[in-house]
């Protein structure tokens, strides 16, 4: 019985696998760089990208683009499908390429949030 327990503990242990996603793109203000944005990408089940099943990885961006005198910053959320997530080695075509996102724009489910500087 001891056995067979260790032996389930060690194939979980051993089927945990590091999963990630990689974004690139740029991000505009109009038609120069957006400066000061904050970028961050989470996984929105557990927060740890050590797991079984696949991770839910979701891309966030912070701005004050055109914005900088309301109070906090603008929030955006993006979903990044699931075919980009990856493993420990990360090949070109495990990237998430966003092109040029114009800032400027309205965005569905746009938000508002207050964030640290730092």
């Given at each position: 019985?001891?056995l067979?327990?260790?032996?389930?503990?060690?194939?979980?242990?051993?089927?945990?696998?590091?999963?990630?996603?990689?974004?690139?793109?740029?991000?505009?203000?109009?038609?120069?760089?957006?400066?000061n944005?904050?970028?961050?990408?989470?996984?929105?089940?557990?927060?740890?990208?050590?797991?079984?099943?696949?991770?839910?990885?979701?891309?966030?961006?912070?701005?004050?683009?055109?914005?900088?005198?309301?109070?906090?910053?603008?929030?955006?959320?993006?979903?990044?499908?699931?075919?980009?997530?990856?493993?420990?080695?990360?090949?070109?075509?495990?990237?998430?390429?966003?092109?040029?996102?114009?800032?400027?724009?309205?965005?569905?489910?746009?938000?508002?949030?207050?964030?640290?500087?730092?």
């Open positions: 019985k001891f067979l327990i260790l032996t389930s503990l060690l194939t979980v242990g051993w089927c945990m696998r590091t999963q990630g996603v990689s974004v690139t793109g740029t991000l505009m203000c109009g038609s120069i760089p957006a400066k944005a904050k970028v961050r990408i989470v996984d929105l089940d557990t927060g740890t990208t050590r797991e079984l099943t696949p991770i839910d990885p979701v891309f966030y961006i912070w701005h004050e683009c055109k914005d900088e005198q309301t109070p906090c910053s603008r929030k955006l959320r993006f979903e990044i499908p699931k075919k980009f997530i990856h493993g420990k080695e990360v090949e070109e075509k495990h990237w998430i390429d966003i092109g040029s996102l114009n800032l400027e724009a309205k965005f569905d489910n746009e938000a508002r949030e207050c964030v640290p500087t730092d």
